[in-house]
């Protein structure tokens, strides 16, 4: 967080965790096709939505992600 | 279809808590909506940068 | 009262005469004045020790749990013709019964493994309330009769009204009749006052968010992570609980600030519609954490959203292993 603050505007970082057939496969065609979208996310790919324990969600805020996107 | 509830619950009680519900984002994008998901993005980037940095159950490493 | 005590004695020593059950979990008078303490009855004439008064505390599902595990343990390295058959008598109100209920619902245990002797309830005291109500000093000698309960302590002798130390969960309660017995002792309780049952829950939610969280956290750092709530709960029975997991750690051991609130949040969140308000962690709580505020919450959720109201019937399926195509959808973002 710390460059963060250092730049003049502060730009959040959120987690996503997408599905491996879904979402995943959606981002990927996102890039193919050079569609331009924000930096501000980190992908982790999951099998499926059903396999996200609730943990992560909390887990991700607790190591400080200011949030924390679920696609499926 | 039972991964709706987990999070239907879990937002609700986050929100309950004291934690931003807005801070956890749940949306469908299908493996043919590349466009969809650009516009996901946007729209969590924007809407987390109102919230402004997390702070809350953050854990700050000494 | 007394009826139905003798009545409870009486059932417990057939059952154990007939063979019917190995093992009868009941309430016995507590070492301290004014306390209840459960246990475990293995022959006929240990009967007499059986009490049932507003004393009784805890939720016994949690031993029932305990004890069948343990039992099926220890037929492992039997060879199966050889494995012997248990079953557990236990004395069970209405909130123990729903215990038991989500219990069959999660494939704990058969029904068969499970002898229960319904009793009815009208709510219990809470230790914690009823020393704050007799002065905060030690109770040395106590006595209960007709509704009001006479305390002494060192500072002098007092008469508290049974109803004012009732605890939370029991003034609320909906079900404090057992749902599903084998054999029903005693006539069924009156009802409580089930209307108010979220009362408490609408009060915090209108409250704004930096007070419900300046709330959450203050509750939190009172808890000192001894894991008594865990250890009371009868829906806790994870043989390695999350929090002693440690590939992945999931949670930190220390005395970090959001390393409590993490486990908290998330032994709370494990009770959606697996919680019945039974009110034991709340008793055993050592800081007088207040944990119902939340736990209603995430009740009131469940019976809202997927109209669930946990262990209320044998049929139903756990919420969260289930969906309907009705269920609400206006948390899913749509940009």
Known sequence: MAENLANKEWEPKFVAIVCNWCTYAGADLAGISRIQYPTNVRIIRVPCTGRINPFYIVKALQSGADGVLVSG | MVARRKFATLKSFLNYIGVEGDRTIFTWVSASEGDRWAQVIKGATEKIKALGPASKMVKTVA | MENIETKLREEAQRLLLEKKADVIIGYEKGTLPLTATPCFITRPEEAEKLIWNNLCTQNLAKFVHDLITAHKNSQKRVKPEDRKKKVIGVVARGCTTRSIIIHLQERQYDRGEVYIIGVPCDGYVESKKLRTAAGGADIIEGD????????????????????????????????????????????????????????????????????????????????????????????????????????????????????????????????????????????????????????????????????????????????????????????????
């Open chain 3, 144 to 335: 209960m009769e007709g509704g009001q309960i006479k305390v002494k302590t060192a500072e002098g002798e007092k008469t508290v009204a049974l109803k004012e130390v009732l605890s939370d969960s029991c003034r609320t309660c909906r079900y404090n009749n057992p749902i599903i017995s084998d054999v029903m002792v005693g006539s069924p309780a009156p009802a409580m006052n089930p209307e108010a049952e979220y009362d408490q829950v609408k009060e915090f939610e209108a409250k704004s968010i930096e007070e419900r969280w300046a709330y959450f956290t203050k509750e939190m750092a009172k808890c000192i992570r001894c894991n008594a709530c865990r250890q009371a709960c009868p829906s806790c029975y994870c043989p390695t609980c999350f929090a002693e997991q440690s590939m992945p750690q999931w949670v930190g051991i220390g005395e970090d600030a959001t390393d409590t609130q993490v486990f908290q949040f998330m032994r709370l969140y494990h009770m959606v519609g697996r919680c019945v308000d039974c009110g034991s962690c709340v008793a055993v709580c050592p800081m007088g954490v207040d944990l119902r505020n939340f736990l209603k919450k995430i009740d009131k959720d469940c019976w809202e959203m997927f109209g669930n109201r946990a262990g209320s019937s044998m049929e139903d399926m756990p919420p969260l292993g289930k969906f309907s195509e009705n269920d609400k959808e206006d948390f899913i973002y749509n940009p």
